[in-house]
């Protein structure tokens, strides 16, 4: 029998039973017993060992650790008013984490918990290296090279969650007051209620914060919240 | 970090720069152990993440291997949950060890072993399996890219289908199946259905995007597509028993053995113990005498989510097995 008839004759088959357990079904990982993970035998054949620079999806990564240039990131908080901060000559190994915290020192002592690092509008867990972030999104918006330097940008947007300036720290007077005028939780946390907070931007900004955490995509979050907020407002307007 | 710690650290690094090596390991190590004799932890773990990431981005792979190992001591000792900054920071030291170096699987093994003593993971913690995993492969170790890719995150999958495929053209074009299994099986023996596909899909993309590529027909029935390779029939077994495994029919996964019985054979076993774990995990066939926890307790789970009571199911292992409800 052909491999294609065969193929045929078992899809038939295969319809004829019902679906147990879906394509993209996971056990939770918190219920594997205590041991690593089981491979397949060796293989005759060794993985050969590349040489440096490595492969095609690496380039980028070894682009990055030419020591000449270093990388420079920017971070760019989403909501106008918060500081936008860059930081020069990072490592390729500097983590995502790594950035929350040196955003949250240098924009007056944040909490780095409430702070999520966006590229290409998808957050990007604290454990990714600019490395890993460079080999994924090789040549995606938001990098670039600036010509003679050898210098590679690298831009991220901050999304700052509500109680983000919650953590009290010493600064100086002046940042401090930067702060307090653009902290998007205060005037939630002084206790506005009911119909009152509805009305605030802030409440708007916390809600797509969540979305956004919640469905990691901006653009479907915005939509979001333009249909709560229509609904919303279009409900109000009627008596 | 206080300013006493960061004269400390800012003393050291001088030591490095300067060539030191011995010296600044030397003092680390003292003034380390004098804060965790003093239970001041967590001074004792800035100390140590910062000098081991001092002396092995220096290249001093054994000493601050040993600075490494050293934090992670004080992070047993003192008890640190895995949470962001714990695990950043281990990452961070983890990043900083040179490639290929010696002491750093040692270190690998040691923080899987704390996250898995002190978190909710109790293989280990799936995100540091990613990092580990992808430096590995990153390192050309296939094996341990493979042991714990299979258990990270769901971004792992992606960066195992890569390596395993750049590992197959290095080799004849009709091991395809073979490279591809190395995610494919131990991704269903983890229960991970979601990555197996995953792995499944894009190496198989890529092999048929590549020049010369193999043979593809499109076959097509009411609830399924598929790709066939007729001249890589293994690679259609794979395809199959993706499919098959998510009706749990036994008949179907002896449909397919007997089919591709022979070309199995070839394999010289390579795939026999995984053949027949995922035989008995999903499509309820018992083996005789097996004793392996996970592959008992993974059958559990997924027998019991599915209430299959087949025949050939002889008796369900009653003890252990109250269906778990995290199925899905």
Redesign the interface.
């Known amino acids: 029998?052909?491999?294609?008839s065969?193929?045929?004759q078992?899809?038939?088959?295969?319809?004829a039973?019902?679906?147990?357990?879906?394509?993209?079904?996971?056990?939770?990982?918190?219920?594997?017993?205590?041991?690593?993970?089981?491979?397949?035998?060796?293989?005759p054949?060794a993985?050969?060992?590349?040489t440096e620079p490595?492969?095609d999806?690496?380039s980028a990564t070894t682009d990055a650790t030419a020591p000449s240039g270093g990388l420079t990131v920017t971070l760019k908080p989403m909501k106008a008013g918060n500081p936008t901060i860059t930081l020069p000559s990072q490592a390729p190994?500097t983590?995502v984490?790594?950035l929350k915290t040196a955003y949250a020192t240098q924009a007056g002592g944040l909490d780095?918990?409430k702070i999520k690092i966006l590229r290409s509008r998808k957050p990007v867990?604290?454990?990714k290296?600019l490395a890993?972030v460079l080999a994924e999104g090789g040549g995606a918006e938001g990098t670039s090279e600036k010509d003679l330097a050898k210098e590679i940008v690298v831009e991220f947007s901050v999304m700052l969650m509500p109680g983000a300036a919650a953590v009290t720290s010493p600064v100086s007077e002046k940042d401090k007051m930067d702060i307090d005028s653009t902290a998007p939780a205060a005037p939630v946390a002084q206790g506005a209620s009911g119909v009152e907070v509805l009305k605030a931007e802030e409440f708007w900004g916390d809600l797509k914060g969540f979305l956004m955490q919640r469905i990691r995509d901006e653009g479907e979050s915005e939509k979001l919240v333009k249909v709560f907020r229509g609904a919303w407002e279009s409900s109000t307007a009627r008596p | 970090m206080s300013s006493k710690i960061e004269k400390t650290i800012a003393r050291q690094q001088e030591k490095v720069k300067e060539g030191q090596f011995y010296e600044a390991h030397q003092q680390l190590r003292v003034i380390a152990s004098r804060y965790t004799k003093s239970s001041q932890h967590d001074s004792a773990i800035e100390i140590l993440s910062s000098g081991a990431q001092l002396l092995l981005k220096a290249g001093q792979g054994g000493s601050g291997g040993d600075l490494a190992m050293y934090m992670l001591d004080v992070y047993n000792k003192a008890e640190v949950k895995p949470d962001a900054a714990s695990k950043a920071r281990i990452l961070s030291v983890l990043r900083a060890f040179p490639k290929n170096e010696p002491t750093k699987k040692k270190f690998v093994n040691e923080m899987i072993a704390w996250s898995a003593r002190l978190g909710e993971y109790p293989a280990g913690d799936p995100e540091l399996h990613h990092v580990a995993g992808v430096l590995y492969a990153d390192e050309d170790e296939p094996y341990d890219a493979e042991r714990h890719l299979i258990l990270g995150t769901k971004d792992s999958p992606e960066y195992l289908a890569r390596m395993e495929y750049d590992w197959y053209t290095e080799d004849e074009s009709q091991t395809a199946p073979v490279y591809v299994s190395r995610a494919v099986l131990p991704y269903l023996l983890t229960g991970n259905l979601r990555a197996a596909n995953k792995a499944f899909l894009l190496f198989t993309s890529r092999l048929s995007s590549s020049t010369p590529g193999p043979v593809v027909q499109e076959v097509s029935s009411s609830s399924s597509d598929l790709r066939v390779y007729p001249t890589l029939p293994l690679l259609n077994f794979l395809g199959l028993l993706l499919l098959a495994v998510q009706r749990g029919e036994a008949s179907l996964f002896r449909m397919l053995k007997t089919h591709y019985a022979a070309h199995l054979k070839e394999l010289g076993g390579a795939w026999d113990e995984a053949l027949a774990q995922i035989g008995e995990m999903y499509f309820g066939i018992k083996i005789p005498s097996q004793s392996n926890p996970l592959f008992d307790m993974m059958g559990n789970m997924l027998m019991g989510g599915m209430k299959s009571g087949k025949k050939d199911k002889a008796k369900p292992r009653g003890a252990n097995s109250p269906a778990p409800p995290a199925l899905d």
């Open positions: 029998m052909t491999e294609l065969f193929a045929k078992f899809l038939t088959a295969l319809d039973k019902p679906v147990k357990i879906s394509s993209d079904n996971v056990v939770d990982a918190k219920t594997y017993p205590a041991q690593s993970a089981y491979i397949l035998p060796r293989l054949n993985k050969r060992r590349r490595a492969t999806a690496q190994t983590s984490y790594d780095t918990s867990p604290d454990s290296s890993d």
